[in-house]
């Protein structure tokens, strides 16, 4: 099966959120062509988070400029949404601990579009439906570098049962459920050893060697990754607190952008 995948290039001048308490993040600059790994840094509380869902056309940005797939933000929010995914980002794109790995994978396949063809082949009951969902699950573990077979109890295995860096790869596998073409991870280093941590770090420059723009948060990026930087000033630091961010429904329908894309403009993003 061919695995090359089709990513995003990403620009962006001077681009920053301003909440109501003030910046989360500002004056961050990308010029990132596809394929490319890119590691945002910065102290807690810097906009790190904020920034991946900027990119992501989950978050207005509010001074800059952006292009995400040749798209611009924010005009064009809806439509980078629908070719941009996430993962392990807390209060965004978070596991639920009592869900089973299997139960995770089915409900991100129900999320996808509707395959085409006959009206028929797309119910769930379809065996056309049912091996096309199994084949995007299968490539999505496989890329995720996630054994089922290698879990407590297969795919039966509960979130909390999981490894942190299973977690993530599971997180992971999701995210990429439905062909993304840039990937965002918060948090790639968060409570892991030393080596796993090079293994999530490992996972995330194959996948952009095999042509997806990964952007991740997190310390201890390999030397070749394209490292972005959040923090700001001590005053700003102060002043600013991240805005709450509101989850929006991913659209993996292109017939439906243009409608995604007026509500991003009237601020309903």
């Given at each position: 099966?061919?695995?090359?995948?089709?990513?995003?290039?990403?620009?962006?001048?001077?681009?920053?959120?301003?909440?109501?308490?003030?910046?989360?993040?500002?004056?961050?600059?990308?010029?990132?062509?596809?394929?490319?790994?890119?590691?945002?840094?910065?102290?807690?509380?810097?906009?790190?988070?904020?920034?991946?869902?900027?990119?992501?056309?989950?978050?207005?940005?509010?001074?800059g400029e952006a292009?995400?797939?040749?798209?611009?933000?924010?005009?064009?929010?809806?439509?980078?949404?629908?070719?941009?995914?996430?993962?392990?980002?807390?209060?965004?794109?978070?596991?639920?601990?009592?869900?089973?790995?299997?139960?995770?994978?089915?409900?991100?396949?129900?999320?996808?579009?509707?395959?085409q063809g006959s009206?028929?082949?797309?119910?769930?009951?379809?065996?056309?439906?049912?091996?096309?969902?199994?084949?995007?699950?299968?490539?999505?573990?496989?890329?995720?570098?996630?054994?089922?077979?290698?879990?407590?109890?297969?795919?039966?295995?509960?979130?909390?049962?999981?490894?942190?860096?299973?977690?993530?790869?599971?997180?992971?596998?999701?995210?990429?459920m439905h062909g993304?073409?840039?990937?965002?991870?918060?948090?790639?280093?968060?409570?892991?050893?030393?080596?796993?941590?090079?293994?999530?770090?490992?996972?995330?420059?194959?996948?952009?060697?095999?042509?997806?723009?990964?952007?991740?948060?997190?310390?201890?990026?390999?030397?070749?990754?394209?490292?972005?930087?959040?923090?700001?000033?001590?005053?700003?630091?102060?002043?600013?607190?991240?805005?709450?961010?509101?989850?929006?429904?991913?659209?993996?329908?292109?017939?439906?952008?243009?409608?995604?894309?007026?509500?991003?403009?009237?601020?309903?993003?």
């Amino acid at each position: 099966m061919n695995t090359t995948r089709q990513g995003a290039a990403v620009h962006a001048g001077g681009i920053g959120v301003e909440g109501p308490r003030g910046w989360a993040f500002r004056a961050v600059d990308i010029a990132a062509e596809p394929g490319t790994l890119i590691a945002v840094q910065g102290p807690s509380g810097s906009g790190r988070t904020c920034l991946l869902l900027a990119l992501t056309g989950r978050m207005r940005i509010t001074e800059g400029e952006a292009t995400v797939a040749g798209l611009a933000l924010p005009k064009r929010m809806g439509s980078v949404r629908s070719r941009t995914a996430l993962a392990h980002v807390p209060g965004v794109a978070d596991l639920e601990p009592a869900l089973t790995v299997g139960e995770h994978l089915k409900e991100q396949a129900l999320l996808g579009p509707r395959i085409q063809g006959s009206p028929l082949a797309s119910l769930p009951w379809g065996k056309r439906h049912k091996e096309a969902t199994r084949a995007r699950v299968d490539a999505a573990l496989a890329a995720a570098r996630l054994d089922p077979e290698t879990l407590p109890k297969g795919l039966r295995t509960t979130v909390r049962d999981l490894e942190r860096i299973e977690a993530l790869r599971l997180s992971v596998a999701l995210g990429l459920m439905h062909g993304p073409q840039l990937l965002a991870v918060d948090d790639v280093d968060l409570k892991l050893a030393d080596a796993e941590r090079t293994e999530a770090w490992q996972l995330l420059r194959d996948l952009t060697r095999e042509g997806l723009t990964v952007v991740a948060a997190g310390d201890g990026a390999p030397e070749d990754a394209m490292i972005v930087r959040t923090a700001r000033t001590g005053t700003e630091a102060a002043e600013a607190a991240d805005p709450t961010p509101t989850p929006v429904q991913d659209d993996t329908h292109t017939t439906e952008e243009e409608a995604a894309d007026a509500f991003a403009e009237a601020g309903r993003a």
